[in-house]
Every structure is written in structure tokens, then in C-alpha cells.
């Protein structure tokens, strides 16, 4: 009886200490970090700075070592933490890579600013893996009690849009919270809903810019582009509600509605006699990791008719950093049904030639930063022969974008560029004036040109 009223015991004891503390770090956990937090704001007369801690890439570790390793991570993240703070200080862990430490004795800005370079040398220290290292790299966030903020959710608030800013921008990892932050995110919230009824209502349309074969000259598809009419802010730009999108989730159903209206486009015009033209989309990486992207792209396909030759996929260089494995199953299985897939902004991220052998890519798109000063930079010159030349002894296309200028045009055929887009050809332009030039100026250059 006495050995079951002391397991019980230690049994109620251990649910009492997991409601308030992490198993695995055994810092305070996010339920005993606001309990303790708002005794500790309640009780003291002192500036209180409050500091979230992320690890850049945190996934790219549980991903190429094991889960196991990540673990190990986190747990020596916490033990260099723990030398950090002292007295009422309070160290927790919120959840995967996400810390927070809540200060009473910095004493002002100054001193918050030396205690974020604190924590970001001492978990800048690489961390001993097998018979390897791995490098930390962590971002952090801070905001002022009572300066920035009068309650702790408020505080919570401030310090995790300093933080998102960290993460958001790899040259600056230490971030304080500004107002403009706030502000930010407020903008961002009405431009989430605003878009959730724009792509309700109709709001969306799409332009399509030509690509063309620069050998021949001729008209070979164009590339969707998706803008947006706000009814009462007119057009706002892709830069500005993409990047909204992606973080809230509406970009599945806005990257639905864009491929399933140009596949419709394109039927339209298959009808009218425009059959040899293909359209390219670009797809989100959101998307990529978010859905089963063949069985959604297969789908439109059957419902609009269009045969899968004549669609093609642009992903960025990034979708590979994220989960490689991932990224080849989706992609077979565009393959396999016959859709094509294209590396857009090529040069712009990742740029390992290792994934090319590995994915079923059929061509590269040349950015346009750099194809915008090849006849006045030599470095971007150099770099796009280079890509031209790796692309084909890969067996791949090359696209170039941004092409401007008749010599732009020139450089690039002289370097054997295969397809290219830009304004000295066309702008991206309305349906009906699309169908008009592949109509009557199928072909695009002049060999004067």
C-alpha cells in the first residue's frame, strides 16, 4: 500500500512538473514561462526586456542528421542559455526552436542590445555532432516592459515580430521591436483579408508575358502572371501580397485559381487556333509542402481539358533547401502525367548543380538582375555564358529574363540562350492582346535585330 501511495505520488508530482516545465530542455515551457513571467512583471518596479530566440534553419538539421541530433541541439541551446541568466531572470522554451528569456537587470536599452550579442555568441559556438560540428545560427527579437508594451501578451507580441524580422532579414539577426513592426502586421492583416475576398470576388486577373525561341525568332508560350485590383486601392503589387499569402495559407487557393484560369485561358485559345503554345505558372513553395501538387495540378488539367504538354511549372532554387525528397516526389509525378518543370531565378539562391542530376527539371531561367547589365557588367556576362554552358551539358534549356535591349538580345543568342522574355519583345499583356500578337506577330525577331 505505502509503494503504490508513493508511485502515485511521484506519478502527480511528474504530471505537475511537465504542466510547467519542457521534458526535454527542462526549462520552463510556454504555460510555466507565463505564469512566472507575470508574477515577475507584477512584482517588480524595473524595466523588464523580453527576448525571443529562434535558430535559423533549425528544420535543415532534424532533416540531414535525425531528430535525435536536434534534440541534442536544443538541449545544449538551453544550457547556454541558462549561463546567461542570473537572479529573477527567467529562461523558457516555447516550442521546437523558439526561446525566450525575460530580464529585470538590464538596466536600459544599451544594456538589453549587449545581452542579445551575449546570446548570439555564446549559441554561435558550433555544437560538437558525431565526430563533426554544426553551426548554430540563431535570430533574435526584444522589446521593453513597460516601454513597448503594458502586458505580458502584448510584450509576447512585440518581441516575436522583432524576432520574425530577425529571421526575415540574415544580415541583421539581432532585431529590437519598433512600432513600424506593429504597423506592418496590421498592413499585412488587411491585406490578408482584403485578398481572401479579392480571390472570392473576382478580383484577381492574370497577364501573360511572351517567350520566345531566339533562334528562330518564333512565339513559344508566355508565363502567367497574377495581379490584383483592389476596388477601392487599385492594383497592388505581387511584392506586397504574395509574400501575405504564403505566410497565411491563402496562396492554395490563389496558386488553384491562377493555374486553373490560364489552363481555361489556354483552351480558349487552343480553340481559336493557337495550339503549339505553352503556359508556365510559378508555384509557391508553400504549395510545394503544403498539398499533394500533382494530384491538384491533374485535376485542373481533367477539368479544363488541357493536355499536361501544354503547362509547365516554375519553382525557385529554395524549394530544395527546404526538403529535397519532398520536392523530387512531387515533381515526378508532374513528370510522369507530362508536365514540364523549370528552375526560375536560377543563380538567385540555392544554386547547388547537385539537385540538376537529381530532379526532373527540363530548363533553367535565367534572373533577370542579372541579365539586365550583361553588356555593361562583365561578372554578369561571365555568369550567364556559365549557366547557358552548365545548363546544356545538363541537357537543359535556358530562358533569360528581362531581356530590354536588341544587344541584350544579341549577347544571349551569341551565347546559344534558348528562350527568352522581356519588354523588348512585349510587355506582359491582357488575354485579348496576346491572342492578337501570336496571331498576326507569331514572329518576334527581325534577323535585323
Known sequence: MAHSLSVFRDAMARIDYLASNDPLTHLLNRHGFHQAASRLLANTGRTAFLYRVNL???????????????????????????????????????????????????????????????????????????????????????????????????????????????????????????????????????????????????????????????????????????????????????????????????????????????????????????????????????????????????AVLVETNLPPEALEVEITEGVFVHDEERARQQFEGLREMGVALSIDDFGTGYSALSYLKRLPVSALKIDQSFVREITTKPENARLCRAIIGVAHDFGLDVVAEGIETAEHLAYLRSEGCDYGQGYHFAKPLEAEAFKALALQQPWLIRENV
Open 56 to 298: 535559423r534553419r533549425f528544420k535543415d538539421v532534424n532533416q540531414t542528421f535525425g531528430y535525435h541530433t536536434g534534440d541534442s541541439l536544443l538541449t545544449e541551446v538551453a544550457t547556454r542559455l541558462r549561463l546567461i541568466v542570473s537572479g529573477e531572470d527567467i529562461a523558457a522554451r516555447l516550442g521546437a526552436d523558439d526561446f525566450a528569456l525575460l530580464t529585470v537587470d538590464d538596466l536600459d536599452t544599451e544594456a538589453a542590445w549587449k545581452t542579445c550579442e551575449d546570446i548570439r555568441d555564446a549559441l554561435s559556438l558550433p555544437v560538437m555532432v558525431g565526430h563533426g560540428s554544426v553551426d548554430l545560427h540563431p535570430c533574435i527579437g526584444f522589446a521593453c516592459w513597460p516601454e513597448d508594451a503594458q502586458d505580458l501578451v502584448s510584450l509576447e507580441r512585440c518581441a516575436e515580430l522583432a524576432v520574425q524580422r530577425a529571421k526575415d532579414d540574415p544580415g541583421h539577426p539581432i532585431r529590437r521591436f519598433e512600432l513600424a513592426m506593429a504597423e506592418d502586421m496590421e498592413a499585412a492583416a488587411r491585406v490578408r483579408q482584403d485578398l481572401r475576398a479579392g480571390i472570392e470576388c473576382g478580383d484577381l486577373h492574370l497577364l501573360y508575358q511572351p517567350k520566345v525561341a531566339l533562334r528562330s525568332g518564333r512565339l513559344v508560350g508566355m508565363e502567367a502572371l497574377v495581379r490584383w485590383d483592389h476596388p477601392r486601392h487599385g492594383r497592388i503589387s505581387p511584392d506586397t501580397f504574395i509574400p501575405v499569402a504564403e505566410s497565411s495559407g491563402l496562396i492554395i487557393p490563389l496558386g488553384e485559381w491562377v493555374l486553373r484560369e490560364c489552363c481555361r485561358q489556354m483552351q480558349v485559345w487552343r480553340a481559336e487556333g493557337l495550339t503549339d503554345l505553352r503556359v508556365s505558372i510559378n508555384m509557391s513553395p508553400v504549395q510545394v509542402f503544403s498539398q499533394d501538387v500533382a494530384a491538384m495540378v491533374a
